[in-house]
């Protein structure tokens, strides 16, 4: 006794399509003498998605960060300005990374775009510090004078 399937494609009667996924192709087979029906469902992801929705307000935000540097120096809303397109890429990943697959290994691409975007905001937020520090200071504390320098801006 063993197990053959009807038709060699899956009935799609009460398939729904969905905003993500594209159904390319479907197969059943089944095996000689076997209690082993396979049934293969190939899928295609729709990328406008994930572009839309994730790629472009994180190259979006990554630019604003780097305008930082454009905004003058006696301004004093740079460094707020920094911080704040810091705290929203860190709430976007928050989000972002609560839709992808928590164990995978290998670990995915993106992920690590998202890791690397979010320690370039970092680095971005610490040379703005780094640069109001210097820029702000006194005459008495101008580099190689004694008295060491302040950490006061």
């Known amino acids: 006794m063993s197990l053959c399937p009807l038709n060699h494609k899956v009935q ?20 000689a003498y076997s209690f082993v029906v396979r ?12 572009i839309v929705n994730v790629i472009l307000p994180l190259i979006i935000m990554s630019a604003l960060n780097i305008l930082v540097f454009l905004i003058p120096t006696e301004c004093g809303e ?7 397109v810091l705290l929203s890429i860190a709430a976007f990943l928050t989000l972002v990374g609560d839709n992808l697959p928590k164990n995978s290994n290998p670990m995915s691409l993106f992920r690590y775009y998202l890791v ?38």
């Open 116 to 153: 690397s975007v979010l320690v370039i905001s970092v680095a971005i937020t610490l040379a703005v510090i780094c640069s109001l520090h210097v820029y702000h200071r006194s005459e008495k504390q101008q580099p190689g004078a004694r008295g060491g320098p302040s950490l006061c801006v």
């Open 78 to 84: 740079r460094i707020s300005f920094c911080l704040t």
């Open 39 to 50: 049934f293969n469902v190939v899928l295609e992801r729709k990328p406008r998605f994930a």
């Open 12 to 31: 799609l009667t009460y398939f729904s399509p969905n905003g993500a996924w594209d159904l390319m192709d479907t197969s059943v087979t089944s095996e």
